[in-house]
Each structure stands twice: as structure tokens, then as C-alpha cells.
Nanobody, 120 residues
């Protein structure tokens, strides 16, 4: 059993930055690829980024390439999503999920989500 808890969301102005964290419990975390997804109001949930269990491979949606970075610290059982140059269209609830190694993944475990609002 794996439990995921996101944090770090909030209100930020366009062009600003936020770092989301996903704290995981469960002994299998360090061996699981993990991902971030988001869901904006009235839209379907979409893939944002994924990272391999070792952190050596990462994948990002085209919409966030060059702006978002996914990373992990297995010693802390935590996955991060660094978001820079935020745009209003990045406004959404962001979810941590796993296992997830690519944008085609179907994660078993999901966090409760954290709200990110980009607005002036």
C-alpha cells in the first residue's frame, strides 16, 4: 500500500514559480516510477511529467517542457515538481501518482491533489 500527499500549491502571478512536493509512504516507493498529472476546471486530467525509479529518466508533456522539472529524493520518499514561468493556463489541481513511467501510464495510487492558481 502506498499513500501520497501533495503540498506546495498556492496562488502565484504569471511568470512566477512554485515547487510541489509529493511525500510517499510505503516501502516500494524507491522502486517505483512516479508521475504528476493535473486537472483544470471543466477539462480532463492530463499528464504533466514522470520520473523513473532511479531519477535517471524523465518525461514531460510538451506544454511544460522548458518550464517544469520533475525530480525525486528516494531517501526522503519525495517527488518534486519545480514549475517556472507559470502561465494562467497552468491553473489546475495537481496530482502525484504512481507507478508511472511515461505519459501512457495508468497509476494505481493517487494523492488528494494540490491547487495551483496562476493569476494576477
Amino acid at each position: 500500500q502506498v499513500q501520497l500527499v501533495e503540498s506546495g500549491g498556492g496562488l502565484v502571478q504569471p511568470g512566477g514559480s512554485l515547487r510541489l512536493s509529493c511525500a510517499a509512504s510505503g516501502r516500494t516507493f524507491s522502486r517505483s516510477a512516479m508521475g504528476w498529472f493535473r486537472q483544470a476546471p471543466g477539462k480532463e486530467r492530463e499528464f504533466v511529467a514522470a520520473i523513473s525509479w532511479s531519477g535517471g529518466s524523465t518525461y514531460r508533456a510538451d506544454s511544460v517542457k522548458g518550464r517544469f522539472t520533475i525530480s525525486r529524493d528516494n531517501a526522503k520518499n519525495t517527488v518534486y515538481l519545480q514549475m517556472n514561468s507559470l502561465k494562467p493556463e497552468d491553473t489546475a489541481v495537481y496530482y502525484c501518482a504512481g507507478p508511472c513511467s511515461t505519459q501512457m501510464c495508468s497509476p494505481t495510487y493517487w494523492g488528494q491533489g494540490t491547487q495551483v492558481t496562476v493569476s494576477s
